[in-house]
C-alpha cells in the first residue's frame, strides 16, 4: 500500500493493482494520472475507486467520470518568463562552460517561456549572477560568475559546491518532524498545517490524538491527549487544491441534470431535493444566491462553482466593497461551490447592489487593498529567493537550519530589495506568481465577467440549506474552541434533520 496525499508523485510500482482516492482529485486530469499508477505496464487495466468525504463529492466523482470520457481534460498553461530560473540556469550553464552573453540570449529566446524576453530583463538577469544587482552589488557572496575575455565564467569552487546542492526548482511546504518528548518519531507534517496551532491545541496525527505542546526549530513536540477529545486532523498540501474550471462545469452539468443516470447521482438525490425544495440547484449557467439569518447575524452564500482560490478572491472582493458603504464588519468562508459573508447586518441586497459588489471595475486594486498581497508576496519571495540562489540549502550531512531563519533571511532580503531597489524583476515575480497561485487572478476576471451576464437569483431561506451548511460549520469551526464547535454543529444538524424530515 502507497498512500500519499498526490499520487502526482511518481509512484510507479507494476504490483499496484487498485488506487483508491479518498474524497474529490479536484481535477480530470489529477484523477486520470492517478489512476495510472495501478496497472502500470503495457496492456494492463488502471483502476480507481472513487470515496467521498461530503455528499457532494458523488457529484464530483460522476462528473469527473463524465469529463474523462469526453476527453475534457485541463490544458497545462506554461510559465511565462520566471526569471529565478533563468538566473539559476544562467550560474550552471556558466559552471559548465564559460558563455557569451550574445548566443545565450539566443538561446534562452529560443524557448517558449522566453520568447519575449526583453533586452532590459535579459541585462538584469547578467547583471543578477555577476554582482547581485542594484541593493546587494556591495555583498561579495552574491557575486557568482565573472566576465573573462567576454565570456561569463563560474570558477569558485566553493561557490560551484553550493550551487550543485541547491540546484533545483521544486520547492515545497518544509517539512516538521511531529515527536514525543521522549524523543520518540511519529513521522512528519507540513509546516503550513501544524504553524496554524498553538500550543496546547489538539490533533490528530498517526491514528493517534495528541496535544501539541511546542513546535521549535522544524520538531513539533506533542504528547497523548485525554481520552474522549478530538482535534485538527492533519492535512497536507494535496488536499486543499481547487476545483479545476473543467471538472467544475462538469459538477454543474450533473447537478443541472445532465448526463446518464448512475449510481452517484442516485445516491445523492435525496440531498439535492431538499436543496431544491428549500432554495434552487446550483448551476454555472445562473448566480445563486441565499439569504438566512442566525443568531449571528445575517448570512448570505452565494455559489459561483468556480473553485476554491477564485472564491477566496470574489468572497474577500465583495466583502470588502460592501463593508467600504455598510462600515459592518464581514467574515467569509469559501469552498469549491461558492463562499459566504456573515455580519451583524446589511447583507440583505437588491440585484444592483450585488451585481455592483461583484464588478470587474477597479478589480486589480481592490484585490491589492483587501487581500493584503504584499504579505502573500513576501511569503513568495521565499520559494523564488531559494530558486534564484539568494537563499543556499544547507550541505547534505549538515543540520538544516530552522525554517524560522530561513524566513527571516528571506524576510530580510525582500525588506532590502523593497526599500532599496523596488524595481527588482524579482519583487514582480513575488507579486505576480501570488496573484495567480493565490487567488488565479487571470481565473478570477474570467469568473468576474462571466458573473456579469449571468441571471441572478436571491433566495431568502428558512433553514441552511445543504449547500449551504458546509460553509456556514467552516466559519463556526474557525472561530469555536473544537468543543464548542462541535456541540453546536451537533444542533444544527438536528434541527435541519427535523426540518427535512
Sequence with gaps: MVATSSLDLGVDFSPVEQVIQVGSPKGIARLLQRAGRSGHQPGKP??????????????????????????????????MK??????????????????????????????????????????????????????LASYPRYRK??????????????????????????????AVSVRYANGRTLGTVEESFVSKLKPGSLLVFGG???????????????????????????????????????????????????GK????????APILAIQRKWSRVPDDRTLLIEHARSREGEHLFVYPLAGRL??????????????????????????????????????????????????????????????????LARRQFREIARVSGLILNPPPGRPARSMREVQSSASLLYEVLHRYDPENLLLHQSRREILERQLE???????????????????????????????????LSALLPAGDAASRLESMLAELNHAAG
Design 441 to 475: 487572478l487571470t481565473r478570477l476576471s474570467k469568473a468576474v465577467n462571466d458573473l456579469a451576464t449571468r441571471p441572478l437569483h436571491f433566495v431568502e431561506t428558512e433553514h441552511l440549506t445543504p449547500m449551504a451548511f458546509p460553509l456556514w460549520a467552516d466559519r
Design 310 to 375: 477564485v472564491h477566496e478572491g470574489l468572497a474577500a472582493l465583495m466583502a470588502f466593497r460592501i463593508s467600504r458603504v455598510s462600515n459592518e464588519s464581514i467574515q467569509t468562508t469559501q469552498n469549491d461551490y461558492g463562499f459566504s459573508l456573515t455580519a451583524r447586518r446589511g447583507l440583505f441586497l437588491g440585484e444592483e447592489e450585488i451585481r455592483s459588489a461583484l464588478s470587474g471595475e477597479h478589480l486589480l486594486d481592490d484585490l491589492v487593498e483587501c487581500m493584503n498581497t504584499a504579505e
Design 261 to 268: 443516470p448512475c449510481a452517484e447521482m442516485k445516491a445523492v
Design 82 to 135: 520566471p526569471l529565478d530560473v533563468l538566473v539559476q540556469h544562467l550560474v550552471t550553464c556558466a559552471i559548465g562552460e564559460p558563455f557569451r552573453a550574445a548566443d545565450m540570449v539566443r538561446e534562452i529566446r529560443s524557448s517558449h517561456a522566453y520568447r519575449d524576453l526583453t533586452d532590459a530583463e535579459w541585462e538584469w538577469a547578467l547583471g543578477f549572477i555577476t554582482n547581485g544587482g542594484g541593493a
Design 145 to 174: 560568475a565573472r566576465v573573462e575575455d567576454g565570456r561569463h565564467v563560474v570558477d569558485d569552487k566553493r561557490l560551484i559546491q553550493q550551487h550543485r546542492f541547491s540546484i533545483g526548482t521544486i520547492t515545497s511546504d518544509p
Design 208 to 258: 493517534r490524538h495528541l496535544v501539541l505542546v511546542r513546535l521549535h526549530q522544524r520538531v513539533a513536540t506533542v504528547k497523548p491527549a485525554p481520552k474522549g477529545k478530538k482535534g485538527h486532523v492533519a492535512i497536507w498540501g494535496g488536499s486543499k487544491m481547487p476545483l479545476s474550471s473543467e471538472l467544475a462545469h462538469a459538477v454543474a452539468l450533473r447537478l443541472c441534470g445532465d
Design 46 to 79: 488502471s483502476r480507481i475507486l472513487g470515496v467521498p468525504t461530503h455528499a457532494v463529492e458523488l457529484v464530483e466523482f460522476a462528473g469527473a467520470r463524465d469529463a474523462a470520457e469526453a476527453g475534457n481534460i485541463e490544458a497545462r498553461v506554461p510559465l
